[in-house]
């Protein structure tokens, strides 16, 4: 980022209170925008890999922070306490300061203000340099020549998600109630979307590992999305079980192959396990390649 840190000539506000913020509520003047915000950013997210996940996170926080009138933010995503990522985007012609290491603890990055975000509320500083805190807080705040601070815990299941920051470096008043709002709504929807972006990502790695070893067993597997009943996967052994080859199989819709009420009993079966009920076995006949059934 460019931009080199600056101090205002040992200008100082009178320190204020400390701010905890219960946020509800959006000014319906903006809701339109702020529609428009949430589908860029719903879209851009969909399908997009881990490698493209830091540059899209610096766009979006770029986006949201000209929203609410910041000039420098960042997201760090929590899981078990600890640091997972950390993105940070400052305006041109600001900086921010040096990124915590994945692994630290979160209450170690934010000693000051966790007790805050472990409770879900937002905070608001006014003169975030006039408050009491640690040394490496006050070196980041301080490379950013931050004035108004503002930060969003994100709480999901009752845990630590997430924080979303911002940082206003010229502005005397504080965010509206509204800004605050919005920085959290859209936080909490950047932090969902890393979240699903690493989901999604690591149940592609343990499925493509699951067929390499399907590879080697000899019954015929089949993949099937649930929602559609289409075949998404299907094994190299199922041609000598059934005569179709793999590929053949891919995309066709799980009626074509199991006639006779087969798919209602396989949905049923899908349902009970997801029920919880363990193991279920299901007979069915299976139309196979050669025009005869199995």
Do not use: K
Request: proline share 5%; charged share 25%.
């Amino acid at each position: 980022m460019t931009g080199a840190a600056g101090f205002l000539a040992g200008r100082r506000w009178p320190r204020p209170e400390r701010r905890r913020i219960e946020v509800e509520g959006f000014d319906d003047e903006r809701d339109v925008a702020l529609e428009d915000i949430t589908s860029e950013l719903s879209r851009a997210f969909a399908d997009v890999s881990v490698a493209e996940l830091g540059e899209l996170v610096i766009a979006a926080l770029a986006t949201i922070a000209d929203d609410v009138g910041a000039e420098v933010a960042f997201t760090v995503t929590v899981a078990d306490d600890a640091v997972t990522d950390v993105w940070q985007w400052a305006a041109p012609g600001r900086a921010h300061g040096p990124a915590p290491a994945a692994g630290t603890p979160i209450a170690a990055v934010f000693p000051s203000s966790i007790d805050e975000m472990r409770a879900s509320r937002a905070l608001l500083l006014e003169d975030v340099l006039a408050e009491e805190l640690a040394p490496h807080e006050r070196e980041w705040f301080e490379a950013c020549d931050a004035r108004g601070f503002a930060v969003m815990p994100i709480v999901q299941d009752g845990e630590l998600a997430g924080v979303v920051g911002f940082v206003g470096t010229s502005r005397r008043a504080p965010w509206s109630r509204d800004d605050l709002h919005r920085m959290r709504f859209l936080g909490d929807l950047l932090v969902d979307a890393v979240a699903r972006t690493r989901a999604r990502a690591a149940a592609a790695v343990a499925d493509a590992r699951a067929r390499r070893i399907a590879d080697f067993i000899p019954d015929g597997l089949l993949s099937i999305d649930g929602e559609v009943d289409v075949v998404t996967w299907a094994s190299p052994s199922v041609y000598r079980v059934t005569g179709w080859r793999p590929e053949e199989l891919v995309r066709r819709p799980l009626g074509d192959l199991l006639p006779d009420g087969g798919v209602e009993r396989v949905t049923a079966a899908r349902q009970v396990l997801a029920d919880g009920a363990g193991e279920h076995l299901v007979t069915a006949r299976l139309e196979n390649g050669a025009g005869g059934s199995t």
